[in-house]
């Protein structure tokens, strides 16, 4: 049997090329080995998404990406979260295996109480238990679908390790194997796509190269990365600029080791490193732009799309809550 690859995206805005290196392109990747499951996460969307209007589009907008980008939903199961109630079921089952402790060590809980102790406010400002919980949605997920290998950014590598967590306490309770264990799948070379800032490039920053911009808007927001106030003659380090870094996702070997030749003897200021970048991103994401213009145009073949592998989803599901309703006693 070949071994399932599981990943969602959360539908809280457009999708930039962090997304696209870090999270669709090593799970397109691997669907090509593995069975691959990939989902949109709108119920871990809801916790952050409260105007209906924009949920609904993001839900979308994801979803028209990972099509864009090459997904195959023929041959990967492609559904929406909330289309499977039994996320929710399992959920609640796995509450019962679920240290409160274990939640109070998420990095993402963390920092928002840590935010509010800053600012002097109650430590749960502004948390909800959504927030609160997403990691054990997010090992519902997981779990679910006997995962083996989830594809994510290096940020979601704790959320797997609590999938896994949780996952063991079940087995550890029945003495058996009942719920497979998941580990992540994060590609170190572009584990984190740096922002325009020079940050992780992240909605949350503001900082994004959006995945879908218009071909203007794209120029636009590249010549925006921020710069040293190096001249044009100085040589540069190629591998101190994030505008490098970002070239070497879209470039092929040679093109890399000719601009750092040109970095590197001097005579080229940012603004024609901007402009090679743009070259190269455009070049990639022209073809993909399209794609996804045409599938937006259509939003009910979209749905159908969504639907079907849900259906194929639910199949599955079905399996894994009977086996645990069985091994629990509520059968
Ligand atoms: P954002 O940080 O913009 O809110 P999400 O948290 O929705 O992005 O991330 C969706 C997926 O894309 C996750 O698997 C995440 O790890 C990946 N990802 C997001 N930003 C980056 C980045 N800058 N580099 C690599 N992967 C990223
Ligand atoms: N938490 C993930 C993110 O922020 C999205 C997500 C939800 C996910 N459920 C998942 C990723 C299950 C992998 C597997 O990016």
Redesign the pocket.
Known sequence: MKKVSL?G??P??DL?I??Y???IKPALELAKEYDARYFIADYHGLNVMKNPVELNTSIRKVAAGWLASGLDPQSVIFYRQSSIPEVFELTTMLMAFTSKGLMNRAHAYKAAVQENNEKGDDPDAGVNMGLFTYPVLMAADIILFDSDVV??????VQHIEMAQDIAQSVNANYGKELLKAPQAAVRET??????LDGR?????YNN?IPLFAPEKDLRKTIMRIVTNSQAVEEPKDPDSSQIFLLYKLFASHDEQAALAGRYRAGGMGWGEAKEELFRVINRELTPVREQYDAIMADIPALDRILERGAEKARHIAAATIKRFRKAAGID
């Not at 594809?151 to 979601?156: A, F, L, M, N, S």
């Open positions: 990943t995206i959360k809280t805005g930039h962090g997304n290196f870090g999270a594809p994510v950014g290096k940020d979601q572009v584990a984190v796509v740096p922002g992780k490039m992240s909605k949350s994004v």
